[in-house]
């Protein structure tokens, strides 16, 4: 990959936590740091509240990461900072579909983001899980995604961190065709249970992409947050011990969380940055 080093990377993160303590959004200002400094980049980022402040970028960035949270996709509806928010969503693909503009905004939705987002554009039912899902999971290819760009390097099936009471299911295969989009990876094989898998990777069309897994979580925030006490007898009284101690070994997996972490968010930055670049005709 060739870039311009003298160029100025816009990055806007969108930050849906509400104010709510969270691995998520260092792990991103992580990401974006390490890029910048192993690419030598001139890369600007600025956050925005989103939930609490209303708060949303203009169209002056070139990359939007827009974040996880907390709390329901559904109860959110009507309220101010989500019509703030669906207006922005709506400006970037009224940007995006404006032949004027050759070089597009490209973004990315993680996990209450991409819910929000499929609701939205009524690309899947979004409803409550059976049980909350969190921990460390398989995620599966579907056909065609091995040529994804963002999925360069992981394995099929990779890992990831789930942590979320909300689930996308039910896509709407007419509507995602027609945006452009194609459904990538759902969620591990359970024969056993009567519940459809959820839609856990999306690209949305040529400039936007999404999980419902946490593609930005590091394995050394993970395992030090699990281990803290409150968090741990948590896990322990709603899963079990067993339960805590494979989510540690499984942070600690030099092949899973720190692979998708290592490969996801960096491809995605890596894909837009070469959209950014002039083509010599």
């Known amino acids: 990959m060739s870039w311009n080093e003298n160029q100025s990377i816009r990055v806007a993160i969108l930050d849906l936590y509400e104010g709510v303590e969270n691995q998520g959004m260092r792990c991103l200002r992580e990401i974006l740091n390490q890029f ?96 909350t899902a969190f921990g460390v999971f398989p995620v599966h290819y579907l056909p065609g995604a091995e040529t994804e760009p963002v999925f360069a390097g992981l394995k099929d099936p990779f890992y990831a961190v789930d942590s979320r009471d909300f689930q996308v299911i039910q896509p709407d295969h007419n509507k995602i065709k027609e945006m452009g989009g194609q459904i990538l990876a759902i969620e591990k094989a359970r024969p056993h249970v009567p519940y459809e898998r959820a839609m856990m990777a999306l690209r949305f069309n040529e400039n936007m992409i999404g999980t419902q897994f946490h593609p930005e979580a590091d394995a050394i925030g993970m395992s030090l947050h699990l281990q803290s006490p409150e968090k741990k007898k948590t896990v322990v009284d709603n899963y079990g011990f067993e339960k805590w101690q494979n989510m540690i070994g499984n942070l600690n997996d030099p092949d899973k969380i720190m692979h998708t972490y290592a490969h996801i968010l960096p491809n995605f930055l890596n894909e837009s940055i070469a959209k950014m670049q002039p083509v010599e005709i």
Request: charged share 25%.
């Open 36 to 131: 910048a400094d192993f690419h030598h980049l001139n890369l600007h980022k600025d956050e925005f509240d989103v939930r609490l402040q209303n708060e949303v970028p203009g169209l002056d960035y070139d990359i939007y990461i827009s974040s996880g949270g907390p709390g329901s996709p559904l109860e959110s509806e009507g309220n101010k900072w989500e019509k703030v928010y669906f207006n922005w969503l709506e400006d970037v693909q009224a940007y995006n579909r404006n032949d004027a503009h050759v070089i597009k905004k490209q973004v990315f939705f993680i996990c209450h983001s991409f819910q929000l987002a499929c609701r939205q554009l009524g690309l899947g039912n979004v409803t409550p899980r059976k049980s």
